[in-house]
């Protein structure tokens, strides 16, 4: 009985705690119920189950008491996993890899699936089997269309032969987006007992290697007041700055809006490479009149030297490559009537008065777009004088190694190409018409 009693009363008990529980469950459903329909201000908001959320990157094992070493050593790890990233991105791989590979105490399941994932990338990379490779060039960007198209003598001139600001900006994502990845010229070739031969190169998967030059980067005593920069120069960070109407901007020309783009977007430069910066000598260079040094001032003379230095170095530090176009870029190449004096004083004296404030170069960049039959004296002279990468213009962008020397044509993106030739730029690139300044005197 007592037995059976108390069981009974047990029984009770957990038959009340049961109705108890279920009340309060009820009770709790009822309670949300209520909250959630004050909550739900309108019949627009979307059911919360139903869309799936995109799963996060992996994320380190939850932390219940964070410690400030422990959150330190995370913020650590966060750091270097962004930074191997980022390499990754502009094709550092065996740099991101080795980054990570030295994780030492900051090693995680995430920097291992990290690891995988970069080096899955770098397997996938195949070499460029295409014949067709491209190069594009440009002249130093109009920075205002309204001074540059103002009607008098050169607006014609720049119309021809000049791209604005606002074309180029509009060309690179549309480049990027026809799968192309800025390549480095002086990547493209081997020599092999003085012989040039074509260098294997790597890329992902149907993208395309992109060179970019720009020629007479000297901003020219004629182009003042008409709307371009006025020289290059260098900013706290080491970075090439236009200056522009006195004032130090990073859109006053290809250089510092390629590098800006680049920064956005890694993916677009192999390995960090950017382009050619062709400079001819009469007029001194980057827009810093060395040649003509006895014009000025020995303070100035000094300061324009070290200027040319600097500018030259943080190109290079950026991934631009620096070419000879010249010193004179005398008429006597356009028609091909330079003789063997005439050559040696004009490459003789860019290499006396240029090359040592720019540095060396095996690129040059023919002043009018100049090609030479193989076998002529004058051509020779230029690889006997260590150019070994010659590149005149041609709209086929042809590219051969031959005779010792690595030949690329390239095509112009300016005025003249973009509106009297628009099939050599859809051809290759995009419509033309689609960039096209409204600000072009005959736009
Ligand atoms: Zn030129």
Redesign the pocket.
């Known amino acids: 009985m007592t037995s059976k009693g108390s069981a009974g009363v047990r029984v009770t008990g957990v038959l009340l705690a049961l109705v108890l529980l279920v009340e309060l469950a009820a009770a709790g459903i009822f309670l949300r119920y209520l909250t959630a329909k004050k909550e739900e201000p309108a019949a627009s908001k979307p059911p919360e189950v139903l869309t799936p959320v995109p799963e996060p990157e992996p994320q380190p094992e939850p932390e219940p008491q964070p410690d400030p070493e422990q959150e330190a050593m995370l913020k650590e790890r966060q750091a270097l996993m962004e930074r191997a990233y980022q390499l990754s991105q502009g094709y550092y791989y065996d740099e991101a890899l080795a980054l990570l590979d030295q994780a030492g105490a900051l090693r995680s399941a995430q920097t291992d699936a990290l690891r995988r994932e970069i080096a899955q990338k770098q397997a996938e990379l195949v070499p460029y089997e295409g014949d067709q490779f491209y190069h594009v060039f440009f ?1 130093s960007l109009i920075v205002d269309t309204d001074r540059a198209f103002d009607g008098d003598y050169d607006s014609t001139g720049y119309d021809l032969y000049m791209t604005t600001v606002s074309e180029f900006q509009a060309m690179l994502p549309k480049l990027q987006a026809a799968g192309f990845i800025l390549y480095d010229i002086t990547d493209l070739v081997e020599f092999r007992d003085g012989e040039a031969v074509r260098r294997e190169i790597l890329l992902p998967p149907g993208k395309k290697p992109l060179v970019i030059s720009v ?2 980067v000297n901003y020219y005593k004629y182009m003042e007041g008409d709307g371009f920069a006025q020289r290059l120069d260098v900013d706290e960070e080491g970075r090439v700055v236009t200056v522009v109407d006195g004032q130090p901007t990073y859109d006053g020309d290809v250089m510092p809006i390629l590098d800006a783009y680049v920064a956005k977007h890694p993916e677009f430069s192999w390995r960090g490479a950017k382009g050619v910066v ?1 400079i ?1 000598g009469y007029e001194g260079a980057f827009g810093y009149r060395i040649t003509d040094l006895e014009d000025y001032d020995a303070a100035t003379q000094a300061w324009m030297l070290q200027k040319t230095r600097d500018v030259a170095a943080a190109l290079r530090e950026s991934g631009w490559k620096i070419a000879c ?2 010193y004179t ?1 005398n008429q006597y190449w356009s028609d091909r009537t330079i003789t063997a004096q005439q050559e040696e004083y004009d490459i003789g004296r860019w290499k006396r008065d240029i090359a040592p404030y720019v540095g060396e170069t095996n690129i040059f ?1 023919s ?3 100049v090609a030479f039959p193989d076998n002529d004296p004058r051509l020779l002279y230029l690889k006997e004088q260590g150019f070994t990468i010659y590149c005149p213009v041609e709209a086929s962008m042809t590219t051969r190694w031959e005779n010792g020397m690595l030949f690329q044509s390239r095509l112009n993106l300016d005025g003249m190409v973009m509106k009297d030739y628009p099939e050599r730029v859809k051809r290759f690139f995009f419509d033309p018409a689609t960039v096209l300044d409204p600000a072009r005197p005959h736009g």
């Open positions: 002249h020629d007479d062709a001819t176009h010249s870029h960049i002043p009018f777009g």
